[in-house]
């Protein structure tokens, strides 16, 4: 099993940043890469960002590339998803994801490649 634990969410004004975090816990040695996806309300869970531990080969969904940058703590089994120039449609719950399948380099972007979900944290990003 993998804990996955958020931190960093919160309000902000648009334009401006905020720093996610997500450190792991458990079988974290069989991880090929973590991720982040996010859910506004009303809508379905969607890709944001995932980075792979062992080459740091980073993926970014066309929304937030070039805004968001996700990076690697190995050491820490930590995962960080810098965030600048926040729009109001960024507003939502920010889900850590855990990738323990081979299938990570083709299939990160989507729900069913995520084998361990952190619980999300709230991400308000007001006009």
């Known amino acids: 099993q993998v804990q996955l634990v958020e931190s960093g969410g919160g309000l902000v004004q648009a334009g401006g940043s905020l720093r996610l975090s997500c450190a792991a816990s458990g079988r974290t040695f069989s991880s090929y890469g973590m991720g982040w996806f996010r859910q506004a309300v009303g809508k379905e869970r969607e890709f944001a960002a995932a980075?792979?531990?062992?080459?740091?080969?980073?993926y970014y969904a066309d929304s937030v590339k070039g805004r968001f940058t996700i990076s690697r703590d190995n050491a820490k089994n930590t995962v960080v998803l810098q965030m600048n120039s926040l729009k109001p449609a960024d507003t939502a719950v920010y889900y850590c994801a855990d990738y323990h399948s081979r299938a990570y380099y083709t299939n990160y972007a989507l729900i069913g490649g995520v084998d361990y979900w952190g619980k999300g944290t709230l991400v308000i990003v007001s006009s």
């Open positions: 980075i792979s531990w062992s080459s740091g080969s980073t």
